[in-house]
Nanobody
Framework: QVQLVESGGGLVQPGGSLRLSCAAS????????MGWYRQAPGKERELVAHITSGGMTNYADSVKGRFTISRDNAKNTATLQMSSLRPEDTAVYYC??????????????????WGQGTQVTVSS
């Protein structure tokens, strides 16, 4: 069983910073991409940033230059450092990972996993 656990959300003033962390655990063989998505009230879930196992990154235009994604392959963790936060960054942030794991039947299976979500609120 693979799990993603997020931490680090909260309330911050405009212009402030927050760091989100995501830890993957379980019968993990390999983690391909890790990423962060967000969903604001009344809006669809959108990609914020993702990073490959080789370290290649991709960002939404709205966060380029303000957010930085990184990962530690040895610890199966990913971090989203958010700076210069704006009220429009307010959303529930979800960690996502594509993971190959060993199933109970002994087969390797690749699946998309999601964390439970963490609230980020940017407000004065």
């Amino acid at each position: 069983q693979v799990q993603l656990v997020e931490s680090g959300g909260g309330l911050v003033q405009p212009g402030g910073s927050l760091r989100l962390s995501c830890a993957a655990s379980g019968s993990i063989f390999h983690i391909h991409t890790m990423g962060w998505y967000r969903q604001a009230p009344g809006k669809e879930r959108e990609l914020v940033a993702h990073i490959t196992s080789g370290g290649m990154t991709n960002y939404a235009d709205s966060v380029k230059g303000r957010f930085t994604i990184s990962r530690d392959n040895a610890k199966n963790t990913a971090t989203l450092q958010m700076s210069s936060l704006r009220p429009e960054d307010t959303a529930v942030y979800y960690c996502n990972a594509v993971i190959t794991s060993l199933s109970g039947s002994g087969q390797y299976v690749s699946q998309d996993y999601w964390g439970q979500g963490t609230q980020v609120t940017v407000s004065s």
